[in-house]
T-cell receptor, first 115, second 112 residues
Framework: EPEVTQTPSHQVTQMGQEVILRCVPISNHLYFYWYRQILGQKVEFLVS????????KSEIFDDQFSVERPDGSNFTLKIRSTKLEDSAMYFCASSELLGKGYEQYFGPGTRLTVT | KQEVTQIPAALSVPEGENLVLNCSFTDSAIYNLQWFRQDPGKGLTSLLL?????REQTSGRLNASLDKSSGRSTLYIAASQPGDSATYLCAVMYNQGGKLIFGQGTELSVKP
């Protein structure tokens, strides 16, 4: 069964460094999302992407964050200058309409640790 | 403000029991509602999706119901097993293709 994949599974970085989190959504999906989950807290929405542009972003998704779909298969989240409070599990998700009612499928996550 | 709440936060039951997890949402104008399972340190696995026009969905031992007017959904798990131990998350979508708003989850422990 098709699944969303994410790399790396764990990323450790120093404060102020740039990180890129990578996702490969399910191939026929058209809607793409990033969420994060700080340890012990709710899953929070960051950004959604459709038709090669951001369709919605949360207050968390400030100028330090950006997303790209560089080659039609990958979907990346970049954090330009990481802060300690960016430490969290980052989940990519994708969905389609046809017959699935926008059901979102999540990847296994990337655990980001900022030291 | 659109919020999702899940009760209880944690639940421990003996194997074989039937159980109900609750989810409530403040704005009843939802597009759909999804139930997920999350194992410790892992991703989210979609269990069931209910469209706003539907009253319930079933998959195996799981049954999810939706009462939009009262802003509630329940996830019923029949004949619970130790392998059902996980955190169960409820999430609502208000716009088609839009973001999911999550509850804080119910941590379920099924004892052998």
């Amino acid at each position: 069964e098709p699944e969303v994949t994410q790399t790396p599974s764990h990323q450790v970085t120093q404060m102020g460094q740039e990180v890129i989190l990578r996702c490969v959504p399910i191939s026929n999906h058209l809607y793409f999302y990033w969420y994060r989950q700080i340890l012990g807290q709710k899953v929070e929405f960051l950004v959604s992407f459709y038709n090669n542009e951001i369709s919605e972003k949360s207050e968390i998704f400030d100028d330090q964050f950006s997303v790209e779909r560089p080659d039609g298969s990958n979907f990346t989240l970049k954090i330009r200058s990481t802060k300690l409070e960016d430490s969290a599990m980052y989940f990519c998700a994708s969905s389609e309409l046809l017959g699935k009612g926008y059901e979102q499928y999540f990847g296994p996550g990337t655990r980001l640790t900022v030291t | 403000k659109q919020e999702v709440t899940q009760i209880p936060a944690a639940l421990s039951v003996p194997e074989g029991e039937n159980l109900v997890l609750n989810c409530s949402f403040t704005d009843s104008a939802i597009y759909n509602l999804q139930w997920f399972r999350q194992d410790p340190g892992k991703g989210l696995t979609s269990l069931l999706l209910i469209q706003s026009s539907q009253r319930e969905q079933t998959s195996g031992r799981l049954n999810a119901s939706l009462d939009k007017s009262s802003g509630r959904s329940t996830l019923y798990i029949a004949a619970s097993q130790p392998g059902d131990s996980a955190t169960y998350l409820c999430a609502v979508m208000y716009n088609q293709g839009g973001k999911l708003i999550f509850g804080q989850g119910t941590e379920l422990s099924v004892k052998p």
